[in-house]
């Protein structure tokens, strides 16, 4: 299957800092890659659409200047946490979709990364 | 309303189990739904897809979608320690925008 790869799997870091997660498809391209935030006991929260050489989509209430998503390649997305508060310490996830040429069934499969999970101190 | 409702549990159930997980869905655009499963601090882990009414089987899971009363299930047959874990649904909009459940949380005790 589909493997997707982020790095760093845990990171701690002063208020203030800033921070960058990256999420990689290992044997596939990803046009489309996904970051999520997940709270302990809770769902996941899509923060924004990253698709390969264009701007990022963000979901409502995400800002995007605190949360900058780069999409450079088919295989790499990053996200930085800018000026990182407590606030902000979360799990991050991503998720890239599978570029089945666009047809309804597996083109629509996402596959996750294993993490980051962030601690603001 | 949530979009796609699911009960957080937490579902406690002895091994051997036979183990159903439901969610429903208010939106009926949904075309496309999918079930994962989440360990403790992992990445969501994909499980099956289906995109119709009707059943789907892989080993001891079968997902089941019944697009007329807007309910998707997910049993568990046999169930295992090492199932314990967090079960996430998921619908997929028209739009291609995934919209997940809230989690069901299962303990399968030896």
């Known amino acids: 299957g589909a493997v997707v790869s982020q790095h760093p799997s845990r990171v701690i870091c002063k208020s203030g800092t800033s921070v960058k997660i990256e999420c990689r498809s290992l044997?596939?391209?990803?046009?489309?890659m996904f970051w999520y935030r997940q709270f302990p006991k809770q769902s996941l929260m899509l923060m924004a659409t990253s698709n390969e050489g264009s701007k990022a989509t963000y979901e409502q209430g995400v800002e995007k200047d605190k949360f900058l998503i780069n999409h450079a390649s088919l295989t790499l997305s990053t996200l930085t946490v800018t000026s990182a508060h407590p606030e902000d310490s979360s799990f991050y996830i991503c998720s890239a979709r599978v570029n089945s040429g666009g047809a309804m069934g597996t083109g629509e499969t996402q596959y996750f990364g294993p993490g980051t999970r962030l601690l603001v101190l | 309303q949530k979009e796609v409702e699911q009960d957080p549990g937490p579902l406690s159930v002895p091994e051997g189990a036979i183990v159903s997980l439901n969610c429903t869905y208010s939106?009926?655009?949904?075309?496309?739904f999918m079930w994962y499963r989440q360990y403790s601090r992992k990445g969501p882990e994909l499980l099956m897809y289906?995109?119709?009414?009707g059943n789907k089987e892989d080993g001891r899971f079968t997902a089941q979608v019944d697009k007329s009363s807007k309910y998707i299930s997910l049993f568990i047959r046999d169930s295992q320690p090492s199932d314990s874990a967090t079960y996430l649904c998921a619908s997929v909009t028209g739009g291609f925008k995934t919209i997940f459940g809230a989690g069901t949380r299962l303990f399968v005790k030896a």
């Open positions: 289906t995109y119709s009414s």
């Open positions: 044997d596939f391209q990803a046009t489309t």
């Open positions: 939106n009926s655009a949904f075309q496309y």
